[in-house]
Structures are given as C-alpha cells and as structure tokens.
C-alpha cells in the first residue's frame, strides 16, 4: 500500500464507552502509537453510554489538549446499538473504525484492516483466530451466534470481532437506517455491498471486565430475530395448524372409542388439564405477536434514537 494513498485520507474511531476508566488512557495511547507509525490523520469518536465512574472525565481531560479526541454524552444509558449508531453520525473520516476499548482486538492489526479495505472493500471484518476468554464464555458465545443465525438466516462470519473497518459510502447507507429496534451486525449485513473477512490475532482483556454478559447477549439474539425474521411468527400458525389437527383427531378417536368399542367418562382433571396446557399455548404465541406489535408501536413513536446531554469537540 502507497504511503500516499493513506496520508490523504482520515480515519475515525467509532468506539461506545461504558465504565471503561480502567482502560480508555492505554487505548488511546496505542491508538496513537499505532496511527503515528500509518502516518495518517485521524480522530477518536468516543460515546459514554451512561457511565458514572471516572470514564468520561478521563477522555475529556485527554480532549483539552488533543482537538482530534471528540466526545458525545448519552443523557442515560441506551444501549451499545445506540451508541454505535451516535458515533458513526458524528465521524468525520473516510474510513471508519467501530472498536471496543478494552484492546482484545489489538491496535497492530489496522494495517491489515486498511490493505484490505485499500483493495477496493466497503467493509471489512475482522474474525478472530482464537477467542481469549474463559471455556464458559467460549460456549456461551457459541450458543448465542449459533442462535442468531439459526433463527434470522442472517450469514454472519463466525468468531466476529467488534474490530470492523468500513468506508464513509457504507457510513452513509447505515444512517439511512432509522429504526429504534435495531441490532448492528443485522444492520451491516443488510446493507450489503462488497465487504470481506480478515483473521485477527486476539489479546486478553487490558483491564476490568466486560459488560456484555451472556443475559445481555442473549437479549440481544431475541432483539435480532425479532428485528430480522418473521420465524417466531410462522413457527406459531405452524404450531397451531398441528395442535388443531391432533384435537380434531383425538376427538374423532374418543367418539368413535365412547361408541363403537367402550363406553367411559372424561374424567374433570384431564379435562382442566387439557384447557390449561391450549391456553398456556395460546398465551404464548400471543406473546409473540404481542412484542411484534409493540415494536411496531415504538417504531410509530418516531422518537430519536438517543438523547445527547453534551458535546466534546464536536460542532453540530
């Protein structure tokens, strides 16, 4: 790749932050470390999900005097989609970087993030090689893009980074996108374009713990298949068309048995037992509908996606 062809771009770093004081200091120091050997200009785009801690008062002490370090305060905690969806707003640079703060997707590896994206790409991925985390949250990672892609069809690279490098033609086509429900990796998926996988070496976590545990990933997966797939609602006419077959069938047989080879009685507690094993049933693919319509209605709303409490180094 041509020295030339990266000096005469920029770069922005689209990365949520939520409680991450422990390490946000070393994140853009190598960052920085890293940009300065690329020699390429660059800015960070930081988005504080709601953190209470020292978090925000650290990137604003480093924005005093670096220009090129931007902050956007969420008023309340809305989540990482939101935050993901901010940053990419306000980035300024032809290509974007969307990473996480906690450096297990190493710094080192945005070269080969840009040779890639350099060979004409919009988007480029990154899988890792090896995921460095404890066995449980290995297996528990598994099941939940195993879910994802079993239950919305939507082909996403498995052993997917957050490290992810798209160019400002993909920025744009993701901010056509102005649902309140939406789930990032569909979102990426959908737009399409010519994108490619790179292999990525993976650290340990630099400090602290990750927030995104296995309840949050996995509401998540039910966010996304119900954002992206109708399965949930095809499974129940399914369902329903087989629970309606055997009780037909059942009472044909009963009839048939009562006359022709024994007569009996139906005892009550068969009978309350069948009555409350359909509503239960029914009440649940009624639920189903339920959260559909109710996401609907929060489409509807058309309320923002975010509320922004304040501005660092960013002019609206």
Known sequence: MEEKNLSSKKMSFVVPVYYEEECILQFIKEIEDEMRQIKMDFEFVFVDDGSTDKTVQLIKQEASAKEHIKLIEFSYNHGKQAAVSAGIKYASGDYLMYMDPDL??????????LTEIEKGYDLVFGVREEKKDSFTNVILSKIFWST?????????????????LFNRKFA????????QNRFIEGVFMHIGL??????ISQRARFAGKSKFNFKRKMALAFDAIFDFSEKPLKAAVKIGVLLSVF???LLIALTFIKLFVMDFKIGWLSTIGTIILCSGIQLFFMGIMAIYIGRIYKETKGRPL?????????NE
């Open 104 to 113: 297990q997707d190493p710094p080192k590896e945005i070269i080969n993030f």
């Open 172 to 179: 744009d086509r993701f901010l056509v996108y102005g649902e």
């Open 247 to 249: 009780g037909f069938i």
């Open 148 to 164: 994802l892609e079993r239950f919305t069809g939507l082909k996403i690279p498995k052993g997917l980074a957050v490290m992810r």
């Open 194 to 199: 010519n994108r490619s996988v790179i292999k």
């Open 306 to 314: 975010y509320s922004i409490k304040e501005l660092t180094n960013i």
